[in-house]
């Protein structure tokens, strides 16, 4: 199998996070995460590692808004060049906002750094630092290379991306996301053929979903802790099947909290019929590991045997997967469980 995966995610390191209730937490979203992967596809003979090819920025254009990209290029910059006590000591402090912008009121700030960033941010977890929008477009390139690949071979791939990027809108980045890599790759395919986007992290895909909604020759679907009581809170509700061209072309499969091996593969179940009702010639697959039993983030039950189930069904619509890693916070297990999944597939 081929994994499309670069070193360039090292420099996007956020020294904190500020986490539920106004806790500052280190970033959970690590490069930690990618070694616990690295060190497990090593140890097989079928993963062949390859540096993502430069698809330039038109694709990610296509997806994302120009101001929300140009605000991620340069946030950074601009505050180091507005605070001297920032400039000096950069390595102990990421850009965050202090004001969000309701976007039931739709004006933009185009001056402000502080106004663009509550604007074009969604919560504290999505950290800028020095090295973000060069990690988030390599990211993005590592999911459209991989997209690439398995168009051209009719083979799944593994696109092992980090940062992540299914709770990135248009217009927002949130969640640990910045660009969102399966809407990209997904987007860049649907102008070839048909394709349909899978989102198994534990969280809702509210990214893709936004990015998609209108739209009635992607269907989305995504399999999650019900926002109700979980992240990202506003959107995922059972409710929300897309509008205008797109109503009936996303799913939500909002699930309790305690969710273990048998609930989950009773969802993933309908959600692979629906899928196989519109047939796609691709199916991109937002990958997080956040299901299984014991992650930080998580509140569900899935084990490995769960994700070996997972990976056997999936893999069993014989549709040519592009494979993107999301989210995955138990670090220790991590390689181990991905591994599970991907065996499916090679
Ligand atoms: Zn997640």
């Given at each position: 199998m081929k994994i499309f995966y670069s070193e360039q995610h090292r420099n996007h390191y956020p020294p904190y996070e500020v986490f539920d209730g106004g806790k500052r937490v280190p970033y959970f979203e690590n490069p930690d995460r990618m070694d616990r992967i690295l060190t497990a596809l090593k140890t097989k003979e079928w993963g062949e590692f390859r540096l993502p090819q430069d698809f330039g920025l038109d694709p990610?254009?296509?997806?994302?808004?120009?101001?929300?990209?140009?605000?991620?290029?340069?946030?950074?910059t601009e505050w180091l060049a507005m605070d001297p006590e920032i400039a000096a000591t950069p390595e102990r402090h990421a850009f965050l906002p202090a004001t969000f912008a309701l976007r039931r009121k739709t004006n933009r700030p185009t001056s402000s750094l502080h106004g663009r960033g509550g604007y074009y941010m969604m919560d504290l977890s999505a950290c800028i630092v020095a090295g973000t929008y060069q990690s988030a477009l390599t990211s993005?390139?590592?999911?459209?290379?991989?997209?690439?690949?398995?168009?051209?071979?009719?083979?799944?791939?593994?696109?092992?991306?980090?940062?992540?990027?299914?709770?990135?809108g248009r217009d927002y980045a949130g969640g640990y996301c910045f660009i969102n890599n399966a809407a990209v790759a997904a987007n860049w395919l649907s102008a070839k053929a048909k394709v349909a986007i899978l989102d198994i992290d534990y969280h809702g895909?509210?990214?893709?979903?936004?990015?998609?909604?209108?739209?009635?020759?992607?269907?989305?679907?995504?399999?999650?802790?019900?926002?109700?009581?979980?992240?990202?809170?506003?959107?995922?509700?059972?409710?929300?099947?897309?509008?205008?061209?797109?109503?009936?072309?996303?799913?939500?499969?909002?699930?309790?909290?305690?969710?273990?091996?048998?609930?989950?593969?009773?969802?993933l179940d309908e959600?692979?019929?629906?899928?196989?009702?519109?047939?796609?010639?691709?199916?991109?697959?937002?990958?997080?590991?956040?299901?299984?039993?014991?992650d930080p983030l998580g509140k569900f039950h899935v084990t490995r045997e769960g994700f070996q189930e997972i990976g056997q069904r999936i893999s069993g619509l014989r549709t040519p997967t592009v494979i993107v890693m999301e989210g995955g916070y138990a670090n220790a297990a991590l390689g181990e469980n991905i591994l599970?999944?991907?065996?499916?597939?090679?």
């Open positions: 990610i254009r296509a997806i994302h808004d120009e101001g929300y990209l140009k605000f991620l290029a340069s946030a950074w993005a390139h590592c999911a459209l290379s991989a997209a690439d690949f398995t168009y051209n071979s009719k083979q799944s791939s593994f696109a092992l991306c980090r940062p992540p990027g299914h709770h990135a895909g509210n990214g893709t979903q936004d990015i998609f909604y209108e739209r009635g020759d992607v269907l989305t679907i995504s399999i999650h802790g019900d926002p109700d009581y979980e992240y990202p809170h506003y959107t995922g509700f059972a409710d929300e099947t897309g509008a205008g061209a797109g109503l009936g072309f996303h799913r939500n499969f909002p699930l309790p909290a305690g969710t273990g091996n048998e609930g989950y593969l009773a969802a959600a692979l019929g629906l899928i196989r009702k519109v047939s796609p010639d691709f199916l991109v697959l937002s990958t997080g590991m956040d299901t299984f039993d014991g599970t999944l991907l065996e499916n597939f090679k």
